[in-house]
């Protein structure tokens, strides 16, 4: 009989590669599949343009996106003309004057638009602003208010 680990070593020995004083045998070649494209290439070689172009394409669209849906919040010229006309006709109630906040409230609108549309009104002269000792912007109707110097019969 022959001993178990005789047999044993010279398996062992198969097994492993790599031992010093053996031939490390043929030299290890990628595979086809592996063999990265040329757009991988194409983008090592230029990454310094393309990835900041992509980040400023990527600001742009989103710019874009924003800008757009400010426009389309705004309102057409007829619901305008429509809104100045009921602004107008709730100040001439109201000859001292409104807050933008019940001017908003009485009309219909919303607060931001209403200020954006009594600021467009005062930059085509149609009403006058004040801010009284409350730190609150009173709007009113241009010559409507009553003058201090005119005396009333």
Request: charged residues 20%.
């Amino acid at each position: 009989m022959s001993n178990p680990l005789s047999l044993l070593v010279p398996l062992l020995t198969l097994q492993i590669e790599g031992l010093p004083g053996q031939d490390p045998g043929p030299q290890y070649v990628k595979p086809v599949s592996s063999l990265s494209p040329k757009y991988f290439e194409f983008l090592e070689q230029n990454s310094h343009i393309i990835y900041p172009a992509i980040a400023v394409l990527t600001l742009v669209i989103i710019a874009a996106g924003i800008l757009q849906a400010w426009r389309t919040q705004d309102l057409d010229g007829l619901q305008k003309n429509q809104f100045k006309k009921a602004i107008v006709n709730e100040l001439r109630r109201n000859i001292s004057g409104l807050p933008g906040d019940v001017l908003a409230k009485a009309v219909g609108l919303d607060r931001l638009k209403t200020n954006r549309l009594l600021e467009q009104m005062q930059q085509e002269g149609m009403v006058l602003s004040h801010t009284n000792s409350q730190r609150l912007t009173v709007w009113r109707v241009r010559g409507a208010a009553p003058d201090a110097n005119v005396r009333r019969a």
